[in-house]
């Protein structure tokens, strides 16, 4: 990525003092220590106070400079072998890289790097000691589990890549990292194992991430929108996570981990639709309790997408379709309600949309009062005041629980807006627009692609040996394959099946 910041370094100290003053607006979290060591050795470190670790500092640097051989063994040399020695023979620390242009310079600073110049010289050394403070490992708080890791990505780019090593100890996993963002120069990293993952997949990963051409990336939700095959669909194309073991599974299926510094949400290319119906905790439990889990999730979907369009349609256009003692009990429980069914769902549906949002986004302090508040909106309040009938309150209930089975929100967002445009079909049409809705939600569904992957795989090309995890969840002795759809150059993950005990 181009920077504003150009030129090289100066010889002087004091001419790069200046210039670095200036390139940073005279910010006064920018430290300068000058020293002098014997007769003929001036120096200066420069660092951003609060990015750095200065315990490290003083014990890395500081305290190799104050000693008395330092001083002796740079007496008598020129200014870049002053440098040399430096980097070779005195500093204690380990990532130590020479820079000789302001924008490096700027660009390293401004990372948590420590940077070292001597008088004389045009070089500068970086001395690698980021400490700033961080969230440090804690449960994921998106992905919960209640068998397996409790710990989840930070915002530390550094932690999470070493939260994945640590469960893949192969020398083949490759981590490679660039600068994207002019303005933000966000460190980007992606992660793949390079004897497995496709090398097709892997360059055009590489190929869209270099084509960013953008000012700012905050978190990952922006690389998403960037890389992602197709912009106008509700249903993600990428799946993220901030489970290291989820990360590290699909690592190992061949699909490729994209990590973005200051967030802990990791995305993982390509993906397919089931997948977001998936858990980390299907996998360290029965397979027999883990396919029942998927069917659920599944079942808990169409519910989300279906269940308040279905209502609207079969109260207003079907009522043949409903047992007479139902149709009495709706038809009295209606009829103080002065709206169409069609109004009272969208009504409520909004309603529960706003409480949902609002519960996400109050301190937690008055959380307790909007519960308080949601629950006589929608509950027996409404009903009492005839705005509402108890049967449509049923019905967004059920719905709103189901959306939470979804185990990734992204999937869980897509469901509710997909919803809205079911139920004006259904108002308008009944069943035959529910019908239509389904019709073109499936076409869109298997027009998408992520990454070149038909997004309805292994349903749509059909691959039967995919289906043993997919809608189902094989046992691990049956799981020797790795997905077809992720062409990796190593299909078998295991040889066949040997199992202990009688």
């Given at each position: ?120 010289t045009m070089s500068a050394l970086r001395i690698g000691l980021p400490g700033w403070e961080d969230r440090g490992v804690s449960e994921p708080s998106s992905q919960s589990v209640v068998r397996g890791p409790m710990e989840g990505f930070s ?60 000012d700012s990336i905050l978190e990952s939700g922006y690389i998403e929108e960037f890389i992602q095959d197709k912009v106008a669909t509700p249903f993600p194309t990428i799946y993220n996570s901030d489970r290291p073991d989820t990360i590290a ?202 990454f070149g992957v038909p997004y309805m795989s292994p349903l749509g090309p059909f691959r039967p040996a995919d289906l043993k995890d997919s809608f189902f969840r094989f046992p691990w002795p049956f799981l020797r394959t790795r997905p077809q ?18």
């Amino acid at each position: 990525m181009k920077s504003t910041v150009e030129g090289k370094l100066s010889s002087r100290l004091e001419v790069n003092n200046e210039q670095l003053y200036k390139l940073l607006g005279e910010s006064t979290d920018l430290v300068r220590k000058q020293l002098k060591l014997g007769e003929h050795t001036e120096l200066a470190i420069f660092y951003i106070d609060g990015l750095i670790d200065n315990q490290l500092l003083h014990n890395s640097i500081l305290y190799s400079l104050q000693e008395g051989r330092t001083s002796a063994l740079l007496e008598e040399q020129d200014p870049d072998k002053k440098l040399e020695i430096l980097t070779n023979r005195v500093l204690m620390a380990g990532d130590l890289t020479l820079v000789q242009d302001y924008a490096q310079f700027v660009h390293d600073l401004l990372s948590g790097n420590v940077m070292l110049m001597v008088e004389g010289t045009m070089s500068a050394l970086r001395i690698g000691l980021p400490g700033w403070e961080d969230r440090g490992v804690s449960e994921p708080s998106s992905q919960s589990v209640v068998r397996g890791p409790m710990e989840g990505f930070s915002e530390n780019l550094r932690t999470n890549t070493a939260l994945i090593r640590r469960k893949i100890k192969d020398s083949q996993l490759w981590l490679e990292t660039m600068q994207i963002g002019r303005v933000t120069q966000t460190s980007v990293s992606i992660m793949y194992l390079s004897h497995i993952a496709n090398k097709e997949l892997v360059q055009e990963v590489k190929r869209r991430l270099n084509s960013i051409d953008t000012d700012s990336i905050l978190e990952s939700g922006y690389i998403e929108e960037f890389i992602q095959d197709k912009v106008a669909t509700p249903f993600p194309t990428i799946y993220n996570s901030d489970r290291p073991d989820t990360i590290a599974a699909g690592i190992l299926e061949g699909k490729v981990a994209i990590l973005v510094d200051g967030t802990p949400f990791v995305l993982l290319a390509p993906t397919v639709f089931v997948s977001f119906f998936q858990s980390a905790e299907d996998y360290y439990q029965r397979a027999d309790i883990s396919t029942l889990l998927r069917f659920i999730r599944f079942l808990a979907f169409f519910l989300t997408l279906f269940a308040p369009a279905f209502y609207v349609a079969i109260t207003t256009y079907h009522q043949e379709m409903i047992p007479t003692n139902l149709v009495i009990s709706l038809a009295a429980q209606r009829e103080t309600v002065p709206f169409p069914t069609f109004v009272e769902a969208l009504m409520m549906e909004l309603t529960y949309e706003i409480l949902r949002e609002a519960g996400v986004r109050i301190p937690k302090n008055v959380g307790q009062a909007v519960s308080i508040v949601g629950t006589l909106v929608i509950g027996q309040a409404a009903v009492a005041a005839g705005f509402i009938s108890s049967a449509m309150v049923i019905i967004v209930s059920i719905t709103a629980i189901s959306s939470f089975v979804i185990p990734e929100a992204g999937m869980s967002i897509a469901a509710r807006i997909i919803r809205f445009f079911l139920i004006a079909l259904a108002g308008f049409m009944g069943l035959y627009g529910i019908l239509c809705g389904v019709f073109l939600v499936v076409l869109h569904l298997v027009s998408l692609r992520s990454f070149g992957v038909p997004y309805m795989s292994p349903l749509g090309p059909f691959r039967p040996a995919d289906l043993k995890d997919s809608f189902f969840r094989f046992p691990w002795p049956f799981l020797r394959t790795r997905p077809q759809e992720n062409r990796t150059q190593n299909l078998h993950r295991q040889n066949r099946s040997r199992r202990g005990g009688s």
